[in-house]
């Protein structure tokens, strides 16, 4: 039980950079106005390398040496496509039925009015809408990743 806990708290540290990676990817691209789709695709294909590099060496380690690079690379990607697919849906939900950036109105005219034209409603709408699906797919990839990417065998 302890080593599992630990396992999670490592996969957790490990899934912050991995948002930074992915989260600071997209909001880049998104503020130089790339759709949220592709920005969304860009971001998640450079944070699954992140991923996978830091569960290889620090979460995961544990029958490491019997595992084959390349095939624990290709199901980490897999893994975590689900994860993206589930976001892109989401991300679709949010901005385009929901639209987020309608409800981020009063913040991103705040900031227009202060000169940062970039971080109007749209951004902000669009950025809120990558955070909330973290909710959803972080335990996702944890699960994945701990029962079928680097499962022991």
């Known amino acids: 039980m302890k080593k599992n806990i630990w396992q999670i708290v490592k996969f957790a540290l490990v899934g912050v950079s991995n948002t930074a990676v ?19 695709f860009i971001g998640f294909s450079l944070s699954v390398l992140n991923a996978y590099y830091w569960s290889s060496r620090y ?16 199901k980490t990607y897999a ?10 849906a989401l991300l679709v939900f949010w901005i385009e039925v929901v639209k987020l950036g309608r409800w981020m109105e009063p913040v991103g005219n705040w900031f227009v009015g202060r000169g940062y034209e970039r971080l109007d409603a749209r951004f902000l709408g669009n950025l809120l809408a990558a955070v909330l699906n973290l909710l959803i797919t972080v335990p996702m990839n944890y699960l994945l990743n701990k029962y079928w ?4 065998g």
Do not use: M
């Not at 544990?62 to 290709?74: D, M, T």
């Open 22 to 40: 992915s989260e600071g990817v997209y909001a880049i691209l998104i503020f130089w106005k790339v759709h949220y789709l592709p920005a969304s």
């Open 59 to 74: 979460v995961f380690r544990e029958g490491a040496e019997s595992r084959v690079w390349w095939k624990v690379l290709l």
């Open 79 to 88: 893994a975590y496509l689900w994860g993206y697919l589930a976001s892109a």
């Open 149 to 152: 990417a680097y499962r022991q």
